[in-house]
């Protein structure tokens, strides 16, 4: 898993870096919020980030704001690193869009937990936009039969739109990717097969 952070305090920041290296996630490091934004705005940046609240240029609130006004960053799972304690303070860092926080000075297990914690929900996210895209490709090749078929009473063959009329498979085929194996069905065999079965035996013998 990549980690993006976002730290400008030179010792807590070498403290992250080392800590979630040891851990063994690549991690990309940014010294303020300006430098963290560009990273995010990369073709494949960081699922994660780490963002301290307090930064110089944009702060990690800020940067919280302008992911979740991108649509294209909407999946990517932000943890505010924060001196703030209160829950006014908390509050309002959820609300400006941050996944999950944790208070300075953090504690390593905690971290751990969060990190945890946010690579499982970016991971399930991946595996449902893997299976909509596979939804989406199943349906984009599937073709609706709908409305009202005009059918014959007698032969059971079908009416197009240029008034043709067709057996029931060819009608199907041609408006379904519906394809057919004929077989004959119990009663048919009764009804159908076995009386021309039976004369058939009577003219041989």
């Given amino acids: 898993m990549h980690i993006l952070i976002a730290e400008d305090d030179p010792i807590s920041c070498l403290l992250l870096e080392t800590t979630l290296r040891n851990w063994g996630y690549e991690v990309t490091v940014t ?3 300006n430098e963290a934004w560009q990273v995010i705005q990369q073709p494949d940046p960081p699922l994660l980030a780490i963002l301290d609240w307090m930064m110089p ?3 990690g609130l800020e940067v919280c704001q302008k992911v979740r006004a991108t649509p294209r960053l909407q999946h990517l799972y932000l943890l505010l690193l924060t001196a703030k304690n209160r829950p ?3 509050v309002a860092g959820l609300e400006a869009g941050a996944d999950d926080y944790i208070t300075k000075p953090f504690n390593r297990e905690e971290l ?3 990190v945890r914690a946010g690579i499982r929900i970016v991971e399930l996210q991946q595996r449902l936009t893997q299976r909509v895209q596979a939804l989406e ?3 984009s090749q599937v073709k609706q039969l709908q409305g009202l078929l005009p059918i014959c009473t007698y032969c059971k063959k079908i009416r197009d739109d240029q008034n043709y009329w067709q057996q029931v498979e060819d ?3 041609r408006h379904s990717e519906v394809r057919f194996s004929h ?3 119990p009663r048919c065999y009764e009804n159908v097969v076995k009386p021309e079965l039976a004369r058939w035996k009577e003219t041989r013998g």
């Fill in 31 to 33: 010294a303020n919020g």
């Fill in 57 to 59: 240029g944009m702060d």
């Fill in 88 to 90: 006014e303070d908390i």
């Fill in 112 to 114: 751990r937990a969060r």
């Fill in 137 to 139: 490709e199943a349906l």
């Fill in 171 to 173: 009608y199907i085929a």
């Fill in 183 to 185: 077989a004959i069905c």
